[in-house]
């Protein structure tokens, strides 16, 4: 299982049912204790090729709305006008962040200098860092920086 350290944004691969004592796993690179939680899929998840299935992920900033599904599998995220959704702010790389639509999931795609944070609804809370991440439900990111979901920074997204 991947664990997102909280603090400097690793990877770390842990194995629940390994854990010593009931010791708690650290991460890799600062020796921060990982905090995570087992999420199981839902049974009756449809194929990813299945006819007629609709996958479909809505972003939210602002007054913007962008879809992002087969017919639209990308969309880029950043300072500069370039991309699909432009966020204005110190922390915000140009090219910070992208969204793809791949074999039947959205992958959330850091490739930033101050990782983006991701809020998934009944998850804990990651920074992402030069890394991509698999994601469903609903939630919140932050480009370079932690937010709410009132934040004016926040973008909110949903799987549909």
Same mark, same amino acid.
């Given at each position: 299982?991947?664990?997102f350290?909280e603090?400097?944004?690793?990877?770390?691969?842990i194995?629940?049912?390994?854990?010593?004592?009931?010791?708690?796993?650290?991460?890799n690179?600062?020796?921060?204790?990982l905090?995570? /939680?087992? %999420?199981?899929?839902?049974p009756s998840?449809?194929?990813?090729?299945?006819?007629? %299935?609709l996958?479909?992920?809505?972003?939210?900033?602002?007054?913007h709305?962008?879809?992002i599904?087969?017919?639209?599998?990308?969309?880029?995220?950043?300072?500069?006008?370039?991309?699909?959704l432009v %966020?204005q702010?110190?922390?915000v790389?140009?090219?910070?962040?992208?969204?793809?639509y791949?074999?039947g !999931?959205?992958?959330?795609?850091?490739? /930033?200098?101050?990782?983006?944070? %991701?809020?998934?609804?009944?998850?804990?809370?990651?920074n992402?860092? !030069?890394?991509?991440?698999?994601?469903?439900?609903?939630?919140?990111?932050?480009?370079?920086?932690?937010?709410?979901?009132d934040?004016?920074?926040?973008?909110?997204?949903?799987?549909?």
């Amino acid at each position: 299982m991947l664990a997102f350290c909280e603090e400097c944004g690793a990877k770390n691969e842990i194995d629940p049912q390994k854990m010593e004592g009931g010791k708690p796993p650290r991460c890799n690179k600062c020796d921060t204790v990982l905090k995570f /939680s087992i %999420v199981h899929p839902p049974p009756s998840a449809p194929s990813a090729d299945e006819p007629g %299935v609709l996958h479909l992920l809505e972003l939210r900033f602002h007054d913007h709305i962008i879809e992002i599904s087969q017919a639209r599998p990308t969309v880029t995220m950043g300072r500069q006008r370039h991309n699909d959704l432009v %966020v204005q702010d110190n922390r915000v790389s140009r090219s910070h962040a992208r969204f793809e639509y791949r074999k039947g !999931q959205f992958l959330l795609i850091d490739q /930033s200098t101050n990782g983006t944070y %991701v809020f998934i609804k009944g998850q804990k809370g990651m920074n992402l860092k !030069q890394d991509e991440l698999p994601v469903q439900g609903s939630g919140i990111i932050g480009l370079g920086r932690k937010v709410t979901p009132d934040s004016p920074q926040a973008i909110h997204f949903t799987v549909i």
